[in-house]
């Protein structure tokens, strides 16, 4: 079954285009430029398909559970996307609700 769609109709949002240059390569560098994507992106989030052509992070979820595990509060949300090559997929949407607290409570 042929899932493609018209691709100029996906993701109208906010649609962040971020390339990571070669000295992004470490995971560290990709979780850096995700929390700042994510920073960037508020209120509309990133998806799977946004941050892998975006910003060019293979694994996003990887990243996002590392940024989880450093204090990140990360919400994901499922939804319908379109790729680069028309087809659809189920894919994640994150959204950063707080950055982790530094130097104990508030």
Avoid at 1 to 20: I, Q, S, V
Avoid at 44 to 60: D, F, N
Wanted: with cysteine; proline share 3%; hydrophobic share 40%.
């Amino acid at each position: 079954m042929d899932t493609r769609k018209n691709p100029t109709a996906a993701n109208d949002g906010a649609y962040l285009n971020l390339k990571l240059h070669a000295k992004y390569k470490s995971r560290n560098a990709q979780r850096v430029a995700l929390a700042g994507a994510l920073l960037k992106a508020g209120s509309q989030g990133l998806s799977t398909i946004e941050v892998r052509e975006g910003l060019g992070i293979i694994h996003p979820a990887g990243r996002i559970c590392e940024l989880r595990q450093s204090g990140h509060d990360i919400l994901m949300r499922m939804e319908w996307s379109i790729d680069a090559q028309g087809y659809r997929h189920a894919v994640a949407r994150y959204f950063l609700i707080s950055l982790p607290v530094v130097g104990g409570e508030l």
